[in-house]
């Protein structure tokens, strides 16, 4: 045999099937990196679409108090509040309306609430659908200041096809009341705190998540949208376990439930978090709150403070 340099190789019968799955894996990986790519380039313009929209909502809902941004996370996006008097010129209805604009928004429309003292619970509830449906029928841009122009809408037609009657029928239904929860522990502190936040928001609850020696969730709202967020801590899994599977609230408990004090209404707007370390500071938390009856009320359930570390 001739030494030419070369070693002749032999192609394997099945070379060009394997060649041609190879080929077949590297398009679905450009696909699947594609598509990565595209939906950071979406979340990178909507972002920049929301902060070009928040600076516009500013300029327009100056007044003291009318827009507010209370929140901004990279995981659940901006939390913004608008103030508005709408309704009939001789009584003039006060809203706020908070607005969840997710990463992706305006792609995916926002997430609604609406509260009112003038409106009950009920009403409330059916303006938020109304205002829901609308966004979800306009186009994937900016969207709030349309919504907020549509609440007028919302509340004329409220007045003209159900007056002040549901209101009265509905009174007994829409006490506050107020409630404090025990949680044993937090693994996961984002998607816990991400879910609670969430709840709060779509149920219409006001409330904070107190980290410290004892981990509390302070409520104020309907009593049956309460119960509805205690279920929700039970039965969806909130958390993650010691082998970092998610895992349900198994260990919540309900310290108290009552009706809620006049003192109460001017407190909680939004779902706060806060963190403690002393008894002191725990109890400074809840006078900011206006919540200070509610905590002389849980102070003998909550044993000693500094038997229990902090969470994670």
């Keep these: 045999m001739r030494g030419t340099g070369y070693l002749k190789i032999r192609k394997h019968p099945d070379d060009g099937g394997c060649a041609q799955g ?9 696909r699947v990196k594609g598509g990565v790519m595209a939906s950071r380039v979406e979340c990178e313009a909507g972002e920049a679409a929301a902060e070009e929209e928040l600076s516009v909502l500013a300029s327009i809902y100056c007044a003291e108090g009318e827009f507010q941004l209370l929140r901004r996370s990279a995981q659940d996006g901006l939390l913004v509040q608008i103030k508005r008097t709408v309704g009939a010129a001789d009584r003039g209805l006060a809203v706020s309306l908070l607005f969840l604009l997710p ?26 659908r109304k205002l829901l449906d609308h966004a979800a029928a306009l186009p994937p841009e900016p969207m709030v200041h349309q919504l907020v122009e549509r609440l007028q809408q919302c509340v004329e037609v409220r007045e003209e096809s159900r007056g002040r009657e549901e209101e009265v029928t509905e009174g007994g239904g829409d006490e506050r009341w107020a409630a404090a929860l025990l949680l044993d522990h937090i693994r996961s502190r984002r998607r816990y705190v991400g879910l609670l936040q969430r709840w709060s928001l779509q149920l219409q609850l006001p409330g904070a998540l107190l980290l410290g020696p004892r981990i509390l969730v302070v409520l104020r709202g309907a009593r049956p949208d309460v119960k509805e967020f205690c279920r929700l ?23 108290i439930e009552a009706p809620m004090s006049s003192s109460c209404e001017h407190g909680l707007q939004t779902f706060l978090v806060k963190e403690y370390k002393s008894l002191p500071e725990l109890s400074a938390a809840f006078q900011e709150l206006h919540m200070t009856e509610l905590y002389e009320l849980i102070l003998p359930l909550l044993g000693d403070l500094t038997a229990y570390g902090s969470p994670q």
Excluded: A
Aim: glycine share 6%.
């Design 22 to 30: 190879r080929r077949h894996h590297i398009r679905g990986i450009h």
């Design 233 to 255: 801590l039970k039965t969806v899994k909130v958390d993650v376990d010691s082998s970092g599977r998610k895992c349900k609230e198994r260990m919540m408990k309900v310290l």
């Design 103 to 128: 990463p992706r928004y305006p792609s995916c429309p926002p997430d609604i609430s609406v509260s009112s003292p003038g409106l009950s619970r009920t009403q409330c509830h059916d303006i938020r």
